[in-house]
């Protein structure tokens, strides 16, 4: 399966994004879709992730309440929803896909990586 990320950019602090994460060569919903970010100097970090079949979703608790990930079947596609965006949000993003459990959150129990789309937060 293959991941493209698209929608980053340059927004202000307390701004909005939407990151969307194009699957091809299979069907969204018979796999676990995650978002992560990875910030200069940084390790690459979880921030959220939606259950194959149905759209239970998990977060990391820095982005909890204010990022909101759904999928929408018919485009094959996962959404990132972000809100009242922080500088510390400044990352490249990534969407990957996974074929193990609920509440997966390392990177390594992701098989298929996008390209990241780039985020940055001016304060």
């Known amino acids: 399966v293959q991941l493209q990320a698209s929608g980053g950019g340059l927004v202000q602090a307390g701004g909005a994004l939407r990151l969307s994460c194009v699957v091809s060569?299979?069907?969204?919903?018979?796999?676990?879709v995650g978002w992560f970010r990875q910030a200069p100097g940084k390790g690459r970090e979880f921030v959220a992730g939606?259950?194959?079949?149905?759209?239970?979703?998990w977060y990391s608790d820095p982005v909890q309440g204010r990022f909101t990930i759904s999928r929408e079947n018919a485009k094959n596609t996962v959404y990132l929803q972000m809100i009242s965006l922080k500088p510390e949000d400044t990352a490249v993003y990534y969407c990957?896909?996974?074929?193990?459990?609920?509440?997966?959150?390392?990177?390594?129990?992701?098989?298929?990586w996008g390209q990241g789309t780039q985020v940055t937060v001016s304060s």
């Open positions: 939606i259950n194959r079949i149905t759209v239970s979703a």
């Open positions: 990957a896909a996974s074929q193990k459990w609920y509440g997966v959150k390392i990177p390594t129990d992701f098989g298929s």
């Open positions: 060569g299979g069907t969204v919903s018979d796999y676990i």
